[in-house]
């Protein structure tokens, strides 16, 4: 059988990123021939660029050199490098360093592949952040297309791949997505996860068809198909060899209806295919006819290795219906052998002993029985040579780490360690002269406590004759103003007095005298005289200040109920104060009583008392 893994996934690197080892075999010249335009106008280019776009450009140049000389390919790579580095962008950092593991991985050099693609990676995630990067996704997928390719490492690869598929999806890039996902499905093939390739081939398909990528359906489907043809090899179960060629006539039929949008490495690829599963299908001119197309197709495109394999089931064909032609298929089959890779040599060589077999040749279906087990030993021998080769570099790689882990151990010892001497003596020679000037502090600070004292004894001796003189001044203010308002008090009330005893008198005089009117009038209008009562509001608010606007916080009362509050607040009695206000006595206690009322006191709580303490 056609190994279908690697030939298809030759076919989708070609497609891709121009890794098809087998086409460019055989049409190195062709392409080279091809690319030589596109290389000297890079080469001008770079001539005229700034440090940034140079670098790019030579990474350009190391790509398109890459397939035919690898030290052109390295240089320019580490040309780009130096000037990336140079110019400081990191991001440029990680691509250069990918793409010089991409060289190195091509020329099957994995060790400095992978120490360059671990270079690339902390670059590529520091240039990221928390973004997305296409950079990053693209190194992810090389990773593990070398652990798997070169390696064998499909479990290692599986990491990587998932990485690359989970950024793809977020960036809507469902053609590297499928990609991704196509080769985690062979990966996991490979490991005998047989149920877990299946789901990834399904979500591979389901992301090609999202990224409306022809190609890369084919792909996926081939190798999902082709996988069915490997299981009914081992279990012959006819369900497995239906699907294997209902799907791969319908990859057939998409690569006919649509020449234009693949490659034309697709269609002898599926015809091969379709016609082995016809063979085991025993299909037999079915078989016969899908293997003639697919070898004119290779012949014209010069895929020799795919001739190898055409020649190899046809020779089987032949064989199983005893016809003579096996033979000359075999001799095809023989003449192409060196193009294909070992692991399809030995593939090819069971193919004809066994062909050979049911001639019953005997002699040439023991010397390729022969050959067949040369080339298993040897597969073996290489797998072996992988194995070790990959534990190698693990062993290398984790070797180096831990020296570096050790290295930055003992710096970080050394550093604390100098660190701590430093400290020390550091606290030694401020202990020293924190002493020496703690010496000198407590004579200077006992001599400034002691003229302190002094100084504080002389303030606190003139802070208290200045109290004393202050409170002796106020005192004398005070009684000056109450004075005053005593003195304002006396002269209204004697005022008032007066006027009352001369309108008593005027007031005898017979009432038919009209002379008496003004005098009456302007009796009256002295005692209401406001300028009186505003003078003795002066005096009092010098005496008591804020008495009358913290009373009136209280409650909304009058000028004559504000007067109440003055006189019972000066201590006058009853008729005291009926005289200054010239009214009754018993007014004067009708209105305490509605003034006590206003203030909302009860009967416990006495007018005087409450007046006093505002």
């Given at each position: 059988?056609?190994?279908?893994?690697?030939?298809?996934?030759?076919?989708?690197?070609?497609?891709?990123?121009?890794?098809?080892?087998?086409?460019?075999l055989?049409?190195?010249?062709?392409?080279?021939?091809?690319?030589?335009?596109?290389?000297?106008?890079l080469?001008?280019?770079?001539?005229?660029?700034?440090?940034?776009?140079r670098?790019?450009?030579?990474?350009?140049?190391?790509?398109?050199?890459?397939?035919?000389?690898?030290?052109?390919?390295?240089?320019?790579?580490?040309?780009?490098?130096?000037?990336?580095?140079?110019?400081?962008?990191?991001?440029q950092?990680?691509?250069?360093?990918?793409?010089?593991?991409?060289?190195?991985?091509?020329h099957?050099?994995?060790?400095?592949?992978?120490?360059?693609?671990q270079?690339?990676?902390?670059?590529?995630?520091a240039?990221?952040?928390?973004?997305?990067?296409?950079?990053?996704a693209q190194?992810?997928?090389?990773?593990?297309?070398?652990?798997?390719?070169?390696?064998?490492?499909?479990?290692?690869?599986?990491?990587?791949?998932l990485?690359?598929?989970?950024?793809y999806e977020?960036?809507?890039?469902?053609?590297?997505?499928?990609?991704?996902?196509n080769?985690?499905?062979?990966?996991?093939?490979?490991?005998q996860?047989?149920?877990?390739?299946?789901?990834?081939?399904?979500?591979?398909?389901?992301?090609?068809?999202?990224?409306?990528?022809?190609e890369?359906?084919?792909?996926?489907?081939?190798?999902f198909?082709?996988?069915?043809?490997?299981?009914?090899?081992?279990?012959?179960k006819?369900?497995?060899?239906?699907?294997?060629?209902?799907?791969?006539?319908?990859?057939?039929?998409?690569?006919?209806?649509?020449?234009?949008?693949?490659?034309?490495?697709?269609?002898?690829?599926?015809?091969?295919?379709l016609?082995?599963?016809?063979t085991?299908?025993?299909?037999?001119?079915?078989?016969?006819?899908?293997?003639?197309?697919?070898t004119?197709?290779?012949?014209?495109?010069?895929?020799?290795?795919?001739?190898?394999?055409?020649?190899?089931?046809?020779?089987?064909?032949?064989?199983?219906?005893?016809h003579?032609?096996?033979?000359?298929?075999?001799?095809?089959?023989?003449?192409?052998?060196?193009?294909?890779?070992?692991?399809?040599?030995?593939?090819?060589?069971?193919?004809?002993?066994?062909?050979?077999?049911?001639?019953?040749?005997?002699?040439?279906?023991?010397?390729?029985?022969?050959?067949?087990?040369?080339?298993?030993?040897?597969?073996?021998?290489?797998?072996?040579?992988?194995?070790?080769?990959?534990?190698?570099?693990?062993?290398?790689?984790e070797?180096?780490?831990?020296?570096?882990?050790?290295?930055?151990?003992?710096?970080?010892?050394?550093?604390?360690?100098?660190?701590?001497i430093?400290?020390?003596?550091?606290?030694?020679?401020?202990?020293?002269?924190?002493?020496?000037?703690?010496?000198?502090?407590?004579?200077?600070?006992?001599?400034?406590?002691l003229?302190?004292?002094?100084?504080?004894?002389?303030?606190?001796?003139?802070?208290?004759?200045l109290?004393?003189?202050?409170?002796?001044?106020l005192?004398?203010?005070?009684?000056?103003?109450h004075r005053?308002?005593?003195?304002?008090?006396?002269?209204l009330?004697?005022?008032?007095?007066?006027?009352?005893?001369?309108?008593?008198?005027?007031?005898?005089?017979?009432?038919?005298?009209?002379?008496?009117?003004p005098?009456?009038?302007?009796?009256?209008?002295?005692?209401?005289?406001?300028?009186?009562?505003?003078?003795?509001?002066l005096?009092?608010?010098?005496?008591?200040?804020r008495?009358?606007?913290?009373?009136?916080?209280?409650?909304?009362?009058?000028?004559?109920?504000l007067?109440?509050?003055?006189?019972?607040?000066?201590?006058?009695?009853?008729?005291?104060?009926?005289?200054?206000?010239?009214?009754?006595?018993?007014?004067?206690?009708?209105g305490k009583?509605?003034l006590?009322?206003?203030?909302?006191?009860?009967?416990?709580?006495?007018?005087?008392?409450?007046?006093?303490?505002?």
């Amino acid at each position: 059988m056609l190994a279908p893994f690697r030939f298809a996934a030759r076919c989708r690197q070609l497609a891709g990123c121009a890794l098809a080892l087998f086409v460019l075999l055989a049409t190195a010249s062709a392409g080279r021939a091809q690319n030589s335009q596109r290389i000297d106008s890079l080469q001008r280019i770079a001539t005229t660029q700034t440090d940034t776009t140079r670098a790019w450009t030579l990474t350009r140049l190391a790509w398109e050199y890459r397939p035919y000389d690898r030290t052109k390919a390295l240089t320019f790579n580490q040309e780009a490098l130096a000037l990336a580095v140079r110019a400081g962008h990191v991001e440029q950092q990680g691509f250069c360093w990918m793409a010089l593991g991409n060289v190195y991985s091509f020329h099957e050099e994995e060790g400095p592949a992978l120490a360059a693609y671990q270079q690339a990676e902390p670059l590529l995630r520091a240039a990221a952040g928390r973004r997305l990067s296409l950079r990053l996704a693209q190194l992810h997928y090389n990773w593990g297309l070398l652990l798997r390719e070169r390696l064998s490492d499909n479990a290692g690869a599986v990491p990587h791949l998932l990485l690359s598929v989970r950024a793809y999806e977020q960036m809507g890039r469902y053609r590297e997505q499928a990609m991704s996902l196509n080769a985690i499905a062979n990966c996991l093939y490979y490991e005998q996860r047989t149920a877990e390739a299946f789901a990834y081939y399904q979500q591979a398909e389901t992301a090609a068809q999202r990224g409306g990528s022809l190609e890369e359906r084919l792909a996926v489907m081939n190798d999902f198909y082709c996988s069915y043809l490997a299981l009914y090899a081992k279990d012959p179960k006819p369900a497995y060899l239906r699907l294997a060629v209902e799907h791969l006539q319908q990859g057939v039929a998409l690569i006919r209806q649509h020449p234009q949008q693949v490659s034309p490495q697709y269609l002898p690829t599926f015809l091969t295919n379709l016609a082995e599963a016809c063979t085991w299908n025993r299909e037999f001119d079915r078989a016969r006819q899908f293997l003639h197309e697919s070898t004119a197709l290779a012949t014209s495109m010069g895929i020799d290795n795919l001739l190898a394999h055409n020649y190899g089931i046809l020779a089987g064909l032949e064989a199983e219906q005893q016809h003579a032609a096996a033979t000359a298929a075999a001799d095809q089959a023989y003449r192409n052998l060196p193009a294909v890779n070992l692991e399809d040599q030995a593939i090819i060589a069971q193919q004809l002993q066994k062909a050979y077999a049911r001639l019953a040749l005997w002699q040439p279906a023991h010397r390729w029985l022969a050959r067949y087990t040369v080339l298993r030993d040897s597969l073996a021998a290489r797998t072996n040579a992988q194995t070790v080769r990959r534990l190698t570099l693990q062993y290398e790689v984790e070797k180096k780490d831990l020296n570096i882990r050790a290295l930055q151990q003992q710096a970080t010892y050394q550093r604390w360690l100098l660190l701590l001497i430093v400290g020390v003596a550091g606290l030694l020679l401020a202990a020293a002269v924190a002493f020496a000037r703690s010496s000198r502090l407590r004579r200077r600070v006992a001599e400034q406590q002691l003229l302190l004292s002094e100084q504080q004894g002389m303030v606190a001796r003139q802070e208290h004759l200045l109290t004393q003189q202050q409170q002796l001044q106020l005192q004398q203010e005070v009684d000056y103003k109450h004075r005053e308002l005593t003195t304002a008090t006396l002269n209204l009330e004697r005022k008032n007095e007066l006027l009352l005893a001369l309108r008593k008198e005027l007031e005898q005089v017979p009432e038919t005298s009209q002379q008496l009117k003004p005098a009456f009038r302007l009796i009256n209008q002295n005692l209401q005289l406001d300028e009186d009562i505003d003078q003795f509001r002066l005096h009092f608010e010098g005496v008591h200040p804020r008495f009358f606007q913290n009373l009136s916080a209280l409650a909304a009362l009058s000028t004559t109920e504000l007067r109440y509050c003055a006189y019972l607040r000066m201590g006058l009695a009853t008729k005291e104060i009926a005289n200054l206000l010239n009214i009754e006595p018993h007014s004067v206690r009708v209105g305490k009583h509605r003034l006590k009322q206003k203030l909302q006191l009860s009967k416990e709580i006495d007018l005087e008392h409450f007046i006093q303490n505002i």
